[in-house]
């Protein structure tokens, strides 16, 4: 009996502690809520009370929810996740954040939302990792940790002038590849590609190579894979300027037209030289001449395609050009 007594005390004692533990659940209902509403922009989804008023029921335009989607499961989880984080017992700039895939659910709406939200509430985590599968949400980590890389090199230099201690880089970047090893598929973290790390996208990495083959002595070799590169950088910037149905050459003479229409006196681009730059972009990486397969391409012809098709860019639209150039790594 006597055993009784005390596991019976024992177990109230617990009883008392964890109601204890949830007296303010009212207050995170409504940072969850408050979350919620910013990410869908409206107030469908709430989180209530249930009937002991002590844990939560989730609804609908007031109604219990039924058949949630992947995103707004998703949604309600990562709020939940980010109040809780928050609340006393858990000390954010001594702790441990891992967010795996927080938005492999959502579509592009939340995304910005919801990598603001982790900027946020754990920029001053103790150590923060991050892990996604989606590339919009990658280059936008990856910027915030390369500024943070940068503001720290920064201040190393002021720091090493004047004799204080150095500051540690904060921010590293990996990655997960996969390899098979006796048969049997592995995976392991290695040190992101330079590629990804460089380039925000296909299109920047394309233009980026596009530059340099303009300006360096390249091998032959380059040559062969160019008219491939120039005709998937022309047609992604196309189909930007003319989103219609129109075939290569066609959005290449309108593009070409457009940017002869500038002011007086400017250079124009000729139709000769326009057609170089077709070539490049279509019978360069197509190989419809029999007799290219066993012919080498001219350097020298190749070289001004390029340059040419630069210069229909550059034309065509002077500071999204402008802002190319300007990111491509290690430019001036």
């Given at each position: 009996?006597?055993?009784?007594?005390?596991a019976?005390?024992?177990?109230?004692?617990?009883?008392?502690?964890l109601?204890?533990q949830?007296?303010n659940?009212?207050?995170?209902i409504k940072?969850?809520n408050k979350h919620l509403?910013e990410?869908?922009?409206?107030?469908?989804?709430?989180l209530?009370?249930d009937g002991?008023?002590?844990g939560y029921?989730?609804?609908r335009?007031g109604?219990?929810a039924?058949?949630?989607?992947?995103?707004?499961k998703?949604?309600?989880?990562?709020s939940y996740?980010i109040?809780k984080?928050?609340?006393?017992?858990?000390?954010i700039?001594e702790g441990?954040?891992?967010?795996?895939?927080?938005?492999?659910?959502?579509d592009?709406?939340?995304i910005?939302?919801?990598?603001?939200?982790?900027?946020?509430?754990f920029?001053e985590?103790?150590?923060?990792?991050?892990s996604?599968?989606n590339?919009q949400?990658?280059?936008l980590v990856k910027?915030?940790f390369i500024?943070k890389?940068?503001?720290v090199r920064?201040?190393?230099?002021?720091?090493?002038?004047?004799?204080?201690?150095?500051k540690?880089i904060?921010?590293?970047?990996?990655?997960?590849?996969?390899f098979?090893?006796?048969?049997?598929?592995k995976?392991?973290l290695?040190?992101?590609?330079?590629t990804l790390?460089n380039y925000k996208s296909e299109?920047?990495f394309?233009?980026?190579l596009?530059?340099?083959?303009k300006?360096?002595?390249l091998?032959y070799?380059?040559?062969y894979?160019i008219?491939?590169?120039?005709?998937r950088?022309?047609?992604?910037f196309?189909?930007f300027?003319?989103p219609?149905?129109r075939?290569?050459?066609q959005k290449m003479?309108?593009?070409?037209k457009e940017?002869?229409?500038?002011?007086e006196?400017d250079?124009?681009?000729?139709d000769?030289d326009w057609?170089?730059?077709?070539?490049l972009v279509?019978e360069?990486?197509?190989?419809s001449?029999p007799?290219?397969?066993i012919?080498h391409?001219d350097?020298s012809?190749?070289k001004?395609a390029?340059?040419?098709?630069?210069?229909?860019?550059?034309?065509?639209?002077?500071?999204?050009?402008?802002?190319l150039?300007?990111n491509?790594?290690?430019s001036?």
């Amino acid at each position: 009996e006597k055993e009784a007594l005390e596991a019976i005390n024992k177990n109230n004692s617990e009883i008392s502690e964890l109601e204890k533990q949830t007296s303010n659940i009212g207050q995170a209902i409504k940072e969850i809520n408050k979350h919620l509403k910013e990410f869908f922009g409206r107030e469908e989804i709430k989180l209530e009370l249930d009937g002991d008023k002590k844990g939560y029921a989730i609804k609908r335009d007031g109604q219990p929810a039924k058949n949630l989607s992947e995103g707004e499961k998703t949604a309600i989880a990562f709020s939940y996740f980010i109040v809780k984080v928050e609340e006393k017992e858990f000390k954010i700039k001594e702790g441990i954040i891992f967010i795996d895939d927080p938005i492999s659910s959502f579509d592009s709406n939340y995304i910005y939302h919801c990598f603001s939200l982790i900027s946020t509430h754990f920029k001053e985590a103790g150590q923060l990792f991050i892990s996604t599968h989606n590339f919009q949400l990658f280059n936008l980590v990856k910027e915030w940790f390369i500024n943070k890389n940068n503001h720290v090199r920064k201040d190393n230099v002021k720091a090493k002038s004047e004799g204080e201690v150095e500051k540690p880089i904060p921010c590293e970047f990996f990655m997960v590849e996969n390899f098979t090893e006796a048969d049997i598929r592995k995976a392991k973290l290695v040190e992101l590609d330079k590629t990804l790390r460089n380039y925000k996208s296909e299109y920047h990495f394309l233009f980026s190579l596009l530059n340099k083959f303009k300006d360096v002595n390249l091998d032959y070799a380059d040559f062969y894979t160019i008219g491939n590169v120039a005709r998937r950088f022309f047609d992604i910037f196309a189909d930007f300027k003319i989103p219609d149905s129109r075939d290569q050459k066609q959005k290449m003479e309108a593009i070409v037209k457009e940017a002869n229409e500038g002011e007086e006196g400017d250079e124009k681009i000729s139709d000769s030289d326009w057609n170089k730059a077709y070539k490049l972009v279509n019978e360069f990486s197509h190989n419809s001449d029999p007799t290219s397969t066993i012919e080498h391409k001219d350097k020298s012809e190749s070289k001004d395609a390029i340059k040419i098709l630069m210069d229909i860019v550059k034309k065509s639209d002077p500071k999204h050009y402008e802002i190319l150039v300007k990111n491509v790594p290690n430019s001036t």
